[in-house]
């Protein structure tokens, strides 16, 4: 099992920027990458960006690219997704989500929510016009 705890959301004026944190703990060692979602009021929850646990693969969701930047620290068991120039419709709650290898390509999963095996509680950030 994996645990997964976020933090770092809050409330920021457009333009500025938030750094949020997802420390993991447990079986870590087993995981094969970790992703951010988010889900906004009253739409489903979409994928913002992801990375491999090696560092080696990232992913970003067009909305968000040149913006937002994720990052891994291993010895934490850490990754951070840096958000930086935040927009209103950035406004939601963010998920970090973690999962085990799947034997194909992540390049065909990474962006599918339900491949990911472990999710976090979630942090609301807002981004106020």
């Known amino acids: 099992q994996v645990q997964l705890v976020e933090s770092g959301g809050g409330l920021v004026q457009a333009g500025g920027s938030l750094r949020l944190s997802c420390a993991a703990s447990?079986?870590?060692?087993?995981?094969?990458?970790m992703g951010w979602f988010r889900q906004a009021p009253g739409k489903e929850r979409e994928f913002v960006a992801a990375?491999?646990?090696?560092?080696?693969?990232?992913y970003y969701a067009d909305s968000v690219k040149g913006r937002f930047t994720i990052s891994r620290d291993i010895a934490k068991n850490t990754v951070y997704l840096q958000m930086n120039s935040l927009k209103p419709e950035d406004t939601a709650v963010y998920y970090c989500a973690a999962a085990h290898p799947r034997g194909r390509s992540w390049r065909s999963w990474y962006a599918i929510q339900g491949e990911y095996d472990y999710w976090g509680q979630g942090t609301q950030v807002t981004v106020s016009s």
């Open positions: 990375i491999s646990w090696s560092g080696g693969s990232l």
């Open positions: 447990g079986r870590t060692f087993s995981l094969y990458a």
